[in-house]
Nanobody, 116 residues
Framework: QVQLVESGGGSVQAGGSLRLSCAAS????????MGWYRQAPGKQRELVAR???????DYVDSVKGRFTISRDNAKNTVYLQMNSLKPEDTAVYYC??????????WGQGTQVTVSS
């Protein structure tokens, strides 16, 4: 089992930047995948970026070149650096971790609002 705590959301103007953090309650070194999803009002939750086992990193096309996912294994934390934010990036961002099982865990979510 793992608990995930997100932080770093907020409100910015278009073109601005935010960095989200997701702190896990246990080591993330051997977690199958860990990353970020988002859900905008009236839309389905979608993958934003994640690490997968084997060193694979996935990004949704709409954030490529603007968002960067990174990790600090010593701090059991995954980050999402979001640059050049657009109003369409407005959503609740959720941290997700998948353990062997597969067992999927979610954080409580953090709101990101981008104004034009």
């Amino acid at each position: 089992q793992v608990q995930l705590v997100e932080s770093g959301g907020g409100s910015v103007q278009a073109g601005g930047s935010l960095r989200l953090s997701c702190a896990a309650s246990r080591s993330i070194f051997s977690i199958n995948s860990m990353g970020w999803y988002r859900q905008a009002p009236g839309k389905q939750r979608e993958l934003v970026a994640r690490f997968r086992s084997g060193g694979i990193t996935d990004y949704v096309d709409s954030v490529k070149g603007r968002f960067t996912i990174s990790r600090d294994n010593a701090k059991n934390t995954v980050y999402l650096q979001m640059n050049s934010l657009k109003p369409e990036d407005t959503a609740v961002y959720y941290c997700n971790a998948v353990l062997v099982g597969p067992l999927s865990y979610w954080g409580q979510g953090t709101q990101v609002t981008v104004s034009s």
